[in-house]
């Protein structure tokens, strides 16, 4: 297992805002204060992102009835496993958090200035999902250079691996000890800006569709467009 810290996150305010569930262009014409807040957010609070990413590559052993076995006896399993990563010959295992430190911030300002924490917890999740993102996208890279291609990302909690399975499955194969992330009874991961995923890759994998198309919110999301 490697852990990989200093990561230059792309951030800015309209990831800030997206990460409040609000519409940019919507808050520069109805309310500009907010627009101001997000980017104080990102100026103040951004020393205190601590981005570190763990990761375990594996080979795969087997792959039947949904399950896919790793060397070393790890199992992923579930429908949306075997629709994207049936295929694959190796596994990237990734924890992704952003540290504990913006969560103590983000506690006080909601405390003594609400707006202003809403403001820092969106950055906290834009935070998250852009080192998810930069994390999945330097591990493609890594692959495509031995001629692997890359698996959609997949993360627990989308259709078809259920956070409660999906963080198990996780977390029996990559320690969590390094970043000190703690797995709740119900899936959830601490400190709360965590994100696990999965990156399958493969000599004759074909990534199909966007994560998007997995996600339980597409009915109703309205920032689809700005994902991969």
């Known amino acids: ?124 999740n834009a935070a998250a999902e852009a080192l998810a993102t930069a994390a999945s996208n330097r591990f493609e890279a890594e692959g495509e250079i031995h001629g692997m291609h890359p698996s959609l990302p997949l993360s627990p909690g989308m259709v078809g691996w259920p956070v409660e399975e999906g963080q198990t499955q996780v977390f029996r194969i990559v320690s969590a000890n390094p970043l000190g992330i703690v797995l709740t009874s119900g899936g959830m991961m601490m400190p709360r800006k965590s994100i696990s995923l999965v990156l399958g890759l493969g000599p004759h994998l074909q990534r199909a569709g966007r994560a998007c198309d997995y996600c339980n919110l597409r009915e109703t999301c309205r920032y689809q467009d700005h994902y991969l």
Not at 30 to 48: Q, V, Y
């Open 1 to 124: 297992m490697q852990v990989i810290g200093n990561w230059e996150l792309e951030l800015d305010v309209d990831k800030v805002l997206r990460g409040q569930g609000a519409d940019p262009a919507v808050l520069r014409s109805r309310n500009p204060r907010l627009i101001d807040l997000a980017g104080r957010a990102l100026a103040e609070g951004r020393s205190l992102l601590d981005p570190a990413v763990a990761s375990l590559s594996l080979p795969v052993s087997s792959f039947r009835h949904e399950k896919l076995t790793l060397e070393g006896g790890g199992v992923l399993s579930g429908p949306l496993i075997a629709q994207h990563m049936g295929g694959s010959s190796e596994v990237v295992v990734m924890l992704c958090t952003v540290g504990e430190r913006i969560e103590g911030a983000i506690q006080e300002a909601l405390e003594t200035d609400p707006p202003f924490g809403l403001a820092l917890d969106g950055l906290g």
